[in-house]
């Protein structure tokens, strides 16, 4: 086995200090690559690929790694007919090199060449059912092909990473959004249309004040519904987690708070969201620390503030995985006074997420139809999580054979018997509240859809 280099050494100490650098990891895998190492390339081009799976690079040095090695035994013999001529060795010397940098510099496996012989003949990416056309209307395919990230697409996760004082515009809007047709009516009722008919609004006293309380299983897009909800209000966004609040200090956390809100009035009309509301506003009555319970204090001093006249810009969207955790008061008339139910992705909403995960890759003959079907209850992060497993399963396959191919139906079948709906422990939970905690009706959406669902 070849020596490592102290190069190489470095260079893995590295990527364990970063695992998600991909330039970095391809960097170490083309020197293993071309020290000989070649089990060792294609595990860091593998791990690689499913952090950036459409990377073109990572799938140049994939094929290098599983390619044939055709190119060594045709210049191996080429020195073998020179050596027993000494007179001769200087003068085929010089024409020599050019042949062997020939196939160091363009691989025998070229993925860009394979991919344009078999563009008239590749298959096609998705099965489109036969009636898919003429039982669906269009708008599920077009919110699948729309630019934007569906809904769910990452779960209840922030990628853009914005701490609590800055501000940011969202870029999104409710048509990014598949499926999910109950909570767009919602969130249209209680912020969007009041919003565009200033005149109804006034004609019918409705009020722009108070605030809404999205609640519902972890991974099914809260956060992305109210980035949604801020690009359809044309309003600056900021999101808040106990973490942005929460000081050691003594005071700090409610002037946190304070400031928090006095930069989304300043930069109205603005949506502040309120992530993982059951530890920021958690019930007092639970509450031992007097820190924590002066800071829901404070928030509903804040939310009193939003009431206020002067203050109609603030908009505030809160989520919660346990709405049962949350402090009553937050959620009296004037505060979070609305609440949205947000379910697992119905199936069009499923077929979107799907499409969205697959478009970048390398697929052929998808029966999203049948997949959709089998899928009910996921998230979707269970469903970006069923993508990655399929894909990863063509990888190592395309390693073990040392041949390419195209992920398909049954990658994704053969994945989805591996996988179990994250959903299933918080319907647990769940059940018990609205069924026996039913205060004032506030679970009867949560209870119609488990009686739908047969899990009463």
């Known amino acids: 086995m070849p020596e490592e280099s102290p190069l190489i050494k470095s260079l893995r100490a590295a990527v364990d200090a970063a695992p998600d650098d991909v330039p970095l990891r391809l960097h170490l895998a083309?020197?293993?690559?071309?020290?000989?190492?070649?089990q060792d390339a294609i595990s860091q081009v593998a791990a690689a690929l499913q952090r950036e799976p459409g990377n073109a690079e990572a799938q140049a040095l994939i094929a290098r790694a599983v390619a044939p090695p055709v190119t060594a035994p045709a210049t191996a013999p080429a020195p073998a007919p020179a050596a027993p001529a000494?007179?001769?060795?200087p003068t085929p010397a010089a024409p020599t090199?050019?042949?062997?940098?020939?196939?160091a510099e363009a691989p025998r496996?070229?993925?860009?060449?394979?991919?344009?012989?078999?563009s008239d003949v590749i298959p096609p990416r998705f099965v489109e059912s036969e009636s898919e056309g003429s039982e669906e209307s269009g708008e599920p395919g077009e919110a699948a092909e729309g630019k934007p990230t569906p809904l769910s697409a990452h779960g209840d996760d922030d990628p853009a990473g914005v701490s609590a004082w800055d501000v940011e515009t969202a870029g999104l809007s409710l048509s990014d959004v598949g499926g999910m047709e109950q909570v767009k009516e919602r969130l249209e009722a209680a912020f969007l249309a009041p919003m565009?008919?200033?005149?109804?609004?006034?004609?019918?006293?409705?009020?722009?004040?108070?605030?809404?309380?999205?609640?519902?299983?972890?991974?099914?897009g809260k956060t992305y519904i109210a980035r949604a909800v801020a690009g359809e209000l044309g309003a600056r966004f900021m999101t808040v987690s106990i973490s942005d609040v929460l000081d050691m200090w003594i005071g700090n956390s409610e002037r946190n708070l304070r400031e928090l809100f006095e930069t989304a009035r300043r930069n109205a009309p603005c949506v502040v969201f309120l992530d993982e509301l059951d530890a920021l506003g958690a019930k007092r009555s639970q509450i031992r620390h007097s820190g924590l319970r002066t800071t829901v204090n404070q928030l509903l001093t804040e939310l009193d503030g939003v009431d206020a006249q002067a203050n109609e810009g603030l908009f505030v969207l809160a989520a919660t995985n346990h709405p049962w955790d949350v402090d009553p008061a937050l959620r009296r008339p004037g505060r979070l006074d609305r609440t949205v139910l947000v379910l697992p992705p119905d199936e069009p909403a499923r077929e979107s997420i799907l499409?969205?995960?697959l478009k970048d890759r390398p697929v052929a003959r998808i029966d999203l139809r049948k997949l959709v079907k089998r899928t009910d209850g996921f998230s979707g992060a269970d469903l970006r999580h069923l993508c990655e497993s399929a894909a990863e399963r063509a990888l190592m396959d395309s390693v073990r054979t040392g041949r390419a191919r195209m992920i398909e139906t049954d990658d994704l079948l053969a994945a989805l018997t591996q996988l179990r709906p994250s959903t299933g422990p918080w319907f647990n939970s769940a059940r018990s509240v609205a069924q026996f905690a039913n205060e004032g009706g506030q679970y009867d959406e949560l209870l119609a859809y488990l009686k739908k669902k047969r899990m009463l």
Do not use: V
Not at 30 to 38: D, H, P
């Open 30 to 38: 083309q020197l293993l690559l071309e020290a000989g190492l070649t």
């Open 355 to 357: 499409r969205h995960h």
């Open 109 to 118: 496996y070229d993925w860009k060449q394979a991919e344009d012989e078999l």
């Open 86 to 89: 000494p007179a001769a060795a």
């Open 196 to 220: 565009r008919n200033p005149e109804l609004r006034k004609l019918y006293g409705k009020s722009l004040r108070g605030g809404l309380l999205m609640y519902g299983p972890p991974g099914c």
């Open 97 to 103: 090199p050019p042949p062997a940098e020939t196939p």
